[in-house]
């Protein structure tokens, strides 16, 4: 009983990392005479060969491993944080009100307004009290909604980097208070995220009324955003864009498992820098937030712009781009390091670095080499139960015992038949 204990513990363990299970390496390339914290960007070429969510990861420095820790650059997410609005009503002919802002620093002010086909004018002012004669003027913000022109809309305040306690807000055009139904602010993010290019196309096919541009991205490659990267015609554009994502490898002809969907995804970009009614207008979102896909294989990429009776969008390229991902560790200066990688039974690492782990500021930088095969690589042995590798011989044992169990009925009920007619 207790070798079968320790051979089920055994069994139980995840495998140990070893440089001979692993496909791939690339050196890391160090500062020759700096030690301490170091860091380097995982670029997009270690995704297509690793474990997903980089599981298989490990730095060694000759045959020793190395912690190490993978932080990923967090995205600016729309923490909106709503506002109750004082004193909503008229002024003369302007629609006013006031709002009470948290504490803290804040810029982009979404004002929620129900209604369409308007154009209008938003002057802010600011001060730490609500008393009139201590405002500052913030500026005046052009809001507007124009799609029966197919030129979007957008009722963002793009105030500069403020702390007023007390914002005042004057709206001049058709927007009467009961249009104005709420109001959030956008928190100052500490620092914008950083992203690495994953693919980039300047082929863009025109297919009827749309723009498709198509990218295949490797397995287990992330891909955070599209950037479009437009040209000077036409100036001003709204273009909603639809992402599809589907699976390159297609299942066999004998395959009965259902093939994986064709995923869709909705967005739209935006240029207008135009005068309209005497207002001036300056909007512009020209990046798409992609669909987070998990994809074992290789999987395709279609981006469809739909230009309606429109004139396509004139664009230099389109990009699909990943959050920077950055791989972490102490290196002993003048010491050797290579990152190894594509060993798929490995679980990730668990270490006490990534758990104590603070990003210094003065952290040395450092680069991957080229990617080449683990020339000492063989195959990892198959450790898997006898059981799991030979699934068909439960069949045949359980078809045997129920055989047997089957004969022995039989034979007790011949017996039981002789019994009765004696």
């Known amino acids: 009983m207790r070798s079968l204990a ?16 692993f496909h791939f390496e690339r050196p890391i390339e160090t500062p020759s005479q700096t030690g301490g914290q170091t860091c380097l960007v995982v670029d997009p070429a270690v995704f297509a060969h690793a474990a997903p969510q980089l599981a298989d ?21 729309s923490t909106d944080q709503a506002i109750g609005l004082l004193n909503l009503g008229k002024s003369g002919n302007q629609t006013v009100f006031d709002a009470e802002m948290p504490s803290g620093k804040y810029t982009d002010l979404q004002l929620k307004v129900n209604r369409h086909d308007f154009l209008a004018t938003v002057t802010v002012t600011g001060g730490q009290s609500q008393t009139a004669g201590s405002r500052t003027k913030l500026g005046s913000f052009t809001i507007f909604d124009l799609t029966r022109q197919r030129l979007g809309r957008s009722t ?18 058709p927007i009467t208070p009961d249009d104005v139904t709420g109001l959030s602010v956008r928190r100052v993010p500490i620092s914008q995220p950083k992203f690495v290019t994953v693919a ?14 198509e990218f295949t991205v490797p397995a287990h490659t992330p891909v955070d955003r599209v950037v479009f990267v437009a040209g000077q015609k036409p100036v001003n554009f709204s273009r909603d864009v639809e992402i599809s994502v589907a699976p390159v490898a297609r299942p066999k002809a004998d395959d009965a498992t259902e093939p994986p969907q064709t995923m869709s995804y909705p967005g739209n970009i935006l240029r207008n820098h135009s005068v309209q009614d005497g207002l001036r207008i300056d909007e512009e979102h020209l990046n798409v937030d ?16 739909e230009n309606h009776d429109d004139a396509p969008i004139q664009l230099a390229s389109v990009r699909l781009e990943m959050l920077e991902r950055r791989l972490c560790f102490d290196a002993t200066a003048g010491a050797a390091y290579t990152l190894y990688y594509g060993d798929a039974a490995l679980a990730a690492p668990q270490y006490d670095y990534a758990s104590l782990f603070v990003l210094q500021h003065d952290a040395a ?35 045997v015992v129920i055989a047997l169990l089957g004969a022995v009925a039989f034979s007790s009920f011949k017996g039981a038949a002789r019994d009765t007619s004696s």
Do not use: C, M
């Open 6 to 21: 320790v051979l089920s513990l055994v069994l139980l363990a995840a495998p140990a990392p070893e440089i001979r299970y």
């Open 57 to 77: 990861l490990r730095v060694y420095q000759g045959s020793t491993e190395t912690p190490f820790v993978v932080r990923t650059d967090v995205p600016v997410v």
């Open 156 to 173: 963002v305040l793009h105030l500069p980097e403020s702390d007023f306690r007390y914002l005042h807000f004057q709206i001049a055009g």
């Open 200 to 213: 980039e196309t300047a082929n863009i096919a025109v297919k009827g009324r749309n723009s498709v541009i």
């Open 290 to 305: 992609a669909p987070q896909v998990e994809s074992e294989g290789a999987a395709k990429w279609t981006i469809t712009i």
């Open 365 to 399: 930088g450092a680069q991957l080499g080229a990617e080449s095969a683990n020339p000492a690589w063989q195959a990892r042995p198959d450790e898997r139960p006898f059981t799991e590798k030979h699934p068909i011989l439960l069949w045949v044992a359980l078809i």
